[in-house]
């Protein structure tokens, strides 16, 4: 809360914008259509807008109600080539300035708002002399990342989620702030961790239960039916179930009593901070886990495609990829 609250106070909020609107493009032929490039633009930005302006209040507040557009991004980031010096930031963006400006190196608009510890040396060393430390190592791991989130999403960031905050903007104007969390970025290693499923399991995705058999339907229209209707829940009795098998029964973390609770599902037996806080107060944890385009697509997609590409090349003529590489030079 002490980021937000400075963050509208900075030079660059000047930018933000508080009214979400449409944007709509329209040809010379007369032809309209929806243009969504700005978080500020979506219809859900336009939902949470309309609903914070019908909120009954008992305080007779009548300041400018407004959102603060929340975009969170974290990395696990080695440090140095040598050594294994290593650093978890968690960042945060706001979606109420515009990309244009946001992604400026310049304008300051990232605020790290955190930095994920790693696990004692001491616990690693013990854990590792445990039978099955692999499993014990990667659930202590998930219980880690979610207690700093139970830290960040306290007491006084729920009220704010709940009822808003009044906050002194830039331009010397008072404003209700309501925090509305839109989007997580992050590699796939992390999203696994912040959705709480198992490491490319039989459900591997964090938005929906497409099971591995049917991914080669990518694309398809029945896929993209499935996505929806086959949309993630948090199934929290089974995971409560489970953790009450670990801790009070001394079943091993993948034993056959917790592989049955959550096997089915691609679930694992740590409560998830997010929808554990959140959850009452109308917040779906699954919507906010977006593409994150650097890992998934330049390093993922296009990356093994251009390899491909260059396979093909050189078995056509050796000295193409040689003019393919003078391109980039």
């Known amino acids: 809360m002490s980021v937000i609250k400075a963050a509208f106070l900075e030079p660059v909020s000047k930018w933000f914008h508080f009214i979400p609107f449409k944007r709509i493009w329209k040809s010379a032929s007369?032809?309209?259509?929806?243009?969504y490039d700005e978080l500020y633009l979506s219809d859900v930005w336009n939902k949470a807008h309309d609903e914070i302006q019908k909120q009954k209040r008992d305080d007779n507040c009548q300041l400018e109600r407004v959102i603060a557009g929340?975009?969170?991004?974290?990395?696990?980031?080695?440090?140095?080539?040598?050594?294994?010096?290593?650093?978890?930031?968690?960042?945060?963006?706001f979606g109420n300035l515009s990309?244009?400006?946001?992604?400026?190196?310049?304008?300051?608009?990232?605020?790290p708002i955190a930095f994920i510890p790693p696990l004692p040396l001491s616990l690693i060393h013990f854990i590792k002399q445990q039978q099955g430390y692999s499993d014990i190592l990667m659930h202590c791991k998930r219980e880690l990342f979610h207690a700093v989130w139970n830290l960040l999403l306290d007491e006084e960031?729920?009220?704010?989620?709940?009822?808003?905050i009044v906050v002194k903007c830039f331009d010397g104007k008072y404003r209700h702030v309501y925090p509305r969390i839109f989007m997580y970025s992050a590699d796939y290693p992390e999203k696994i961790l912040l959705a709480t499923i198992r490491d490319k399991g039989y459900y591997p995705c964090p938005r929906?239960?497409?099971?591995?058999?049917?991914?080669?339907?990518?694309?398809?229209w029945n896929d993209i039916k499935a996505r929806v209707s086959q949309a993630r829940t948090y199934l929290?009795?089974?995971?409560?179930?489970?953790?009450?098998?670990?801790?009070?029964?001394?079943?091993?973390?993948?034993?056959?009593?917790?592989?049955?609770?959550?096997?089915?599902?691609?679930?694992?037996?740590?409560?998830?901070?997010?929808?554990?806080h959140l959850s009452?107060?109308?917040?779906?944890?699954?919507?906010?886990?977006?593409?994150?385009?650097?890992?998934?697509?330049?390093?993922?997609?296009?990356?093994?495609?251009?390899?491909?590409?260059?396979?093909?090349?050189?078995?056509?003529?050796?000295?193409?990829?040689?003019?393919?590489?003078?391109?980039?030079?």
């Open 236 to 276: 929290r009795s089974k995971i409560v179930a489970a953790r009450d098998a670990i801790y009070r029964l001394g079943t091993p973390i993948k034993g056959a009593i917790v592989e049955r609770l959550l096997k089915d599902h691609s679930l694992v037996p740590t409560l998830n901070a997010f929808t554990e």
């Open 157 to 164: 960031f729920l009220r704010a989620y709940k009822n808003g």
């Open 70 to 93: 929340l975009m969170f991004w974290s990395d696990l980031t080695q440090l140095a080539q040598f050594g294994h010096s290593s650093a978890w930031p968690v960042y945060l963006f």
């Open 280 to 329: 009452p107060l109308g917040f779906e944890l699954f919507l906010i886990i977006v593409v994150d385009l650097m890992h998934e697509f330049k390093l993922g997609i296009l990356k093994n495609v251009l390899q491909h590409l260059i396979r093909i090349l050189y078995a056509v003529n050796p000295a193409n990829v040689a003019r393919l590489s003078k391109w980039y030079i």
């Open 99 to 111: 990309k244009y400006i946001r992604a400026s190196v310049t304008c300051g608009a990232c605020h």
């Open 208 to 220: 929906c239960l497409i099971p591995k058999s049917n991914f080669w339907c990518v694309g398809l």
């Open 30 to 35: 007369g032809r309209e259509q929806r243009i």
